[in-house]
């Protein structure tokens, strides 16, 4: 305080001695206005340091965290997504592959029961089958029998007729069978 | 002849008194300095109040240029100081805004027609103001220079792994270095803002004059005309740009300030 009054009074004796020379010098060097200056400047620059420390710039130092925070956990939350979406498509996949063994076990079991079904079916109507034919030849075998029997009966018959129309004497039914008997093959 | 009147190139740092004040025997009158000092701590307030009235995730305009502005300086004095200077950010911060705006304000156009207590003024070319806030940066440097390393503080004037019969040179230019610190802070400042305006005002005074002469003359004074554009578009990147040197200057000294210890 005191000094300041001591370079007021000292300029303004300065001023009175130069007169004309120090009105028209710089203003920067004029020590009048030296204490206002440092007065308002102390005011101003306080007033605004007191301010910025104390509410604008931690407001916006907190909203660009705030921010910064938010992308992060935003980061976070998509590779967290991407993760699930990742094991969803492996899931799938998975089950994708499970089903088709799966459905190629279905067939090939179904297969191969269908084959055994045939090869008993098949069986089976070979079975029939050659019952069918042992009974069909034991039929034919009899009725071949029975027809050279005939054949055998009309060539008796036959030779029996034969006989009278040329002796004039009918052999015996025997007599003529065995005749014929002795000619055939069989 | 067209009632033109040329002031001289120092009439614009002139200390006009607005509002007479004293406390106790000391004159602390409302006075065109203080006026814009003022003009631009309540333009700043105003920006900073727009800007952070609704802290938004997604920012408005006002508040993506307070963040532009706020991450260069936080980048600023994290690149220089470190870690620790957080605490000194606040106070970068104000240093820097405050003189972007004194330098700014100081560049625009004065109404003609009005008081030249009125006319527009540039606190950051007295001496006086950036000598003080030099002081500022410079006691803050050596009181936490001497609370962070005590008088292991002292080692930033005896650098080491050098011979011993350079100490005492060494020592000497380390303490005169030191010493000058504040003044070329405070000097280039002022020096820049005063040299600035005052080629400013010749330029102007220049193309006043010629048209003043009249006749074939006056087709002369586009020239000046010209070169007042030019110089004030450089204005504008000196304003700027010394604000930011003193920021970054006192990052530097608040960095030695803190890692002393280490030299």
């Known amino acids: 305080m005191s000094v300041f009054a001591i370079i007021s009074s000292a300029a303004a004796a300065a001023e009175e001695v130069h007169g004309e020379a120090a009105s028209a010098g710089l203003p920067q060097l004029d020590p009048t206005w030296w204490p206002s200056q440092l007065f308002w400047l102390a005011i101003t620059f306080g007033i605004l340091y007191a301010l910025m420390s104390g509410k604008f710039l931690p407001a916006i130092g907190g909203a660009i965290e705030e921010r910064r925070d938010r992308i992060a956990d935003d980061l976070d939350q998509a590779s967290e997504f991407k993760g699930q979406a990742e094991k969803a498509e492996q899931d799938y996949v998975q089950a994708l592959a499970d089903a088709k063994a799966k459905a190629q076990g279905i067939a090939a079991d179904t297969r191969t029961e269908v084959d055994a079904e045939i090869a008993k079916l098949q069986a089976e109507t070979d079975k029939e089958l050659e019952k069918q034919l042992g009974v069909a030849e034991a039929r034919i075998t009899e009725m071949k029998t029975k027809a050279a029997e005939k054949v055998r009966d009309a060539a008796a018959d036959t030779a029996r007729a034969l006989v009278e129309t040329l002796i004039d004497e009918a052999p015996t039914q025997e007599a003529a069978t065995r005749a014929v008997s002795s000619v055939s093959s069989d | ?263």
């Not at chain 2, 040329?6 to 006026?35: C, K, R, W, Y």
């Not at chain 2, 470190?82 to 625009?108: D, H, Q, S, W």
Request: one cysteine or more.
């Open chain 2, 1 to 263: 002849m067209f009632g033109l009147r040329a002031e001289g190139p120092m009439e614009q740092f002139q200390i006009l008194p607005i509002v007479d004040l004293h406390l106790g025997s000391i004159d602390i009158s409302l006075t065109n300095s203080a006026l814009w000092m003022i003009i631009g701590t309540g333009a700043i307030c105003l920006f900073f109040l727009v800007a952070t009235r609704r802290a938004a995730l997604i920012p408005s305009r006002a508040q993506s240029m307070a963040e532009v502005i706020y991450e260069f300086v936080s980048d600023l004095v994290r690149d220089t100081i470190g870690a620790e200077g957080r605490k000194f950010f606040p106070y970068v911060f104000t240093l820097f805004i405050f003189i972007l705006a004194m330098n700014l304000f100081g560049l625009l156009p004065s109404l003609p027609w009005i008081a030249h207590e009125l006319h527009t003024f540039t606190p950051t070319s007295h001496l006086i103001v950036t000598l003080a806030l030099a002081m500022v940066t410079i006691t803050i440097v050596i009181v936490y220079g001497f609370y962070k390393n005590g008088l292991g503080f002292l080692r930033l004037f005896w650098p080491s792994g050098l011979p011993l019969w350079l100490m005492p040179l060494l020592c000497l230019i380390e303490v005169i270095s030191f010493l000058s610190r504040p003044l070329s802070l405070a000097v280039r400042l002022f020096a820049n803002m005063f040299a600035g305006h005052v080629i400013l005002k010749l330029f102007a005074g220049f193309v006043v004059s010629l048209i003043g002469a009249g006749g074939a003359v006056m087709a002369f004074s586009i020239a000046p005309f010209l070169g007042a554009i030019a110089v004030t578009a450089l204005e504008f990147l000196v304003a700027a740009l010394q604000a930011y040197v003193f920021a970054v200057l006192t990052c530097i000294y608040l960095s030695d300030a803190a890692h002393a210890a280490d030299h």
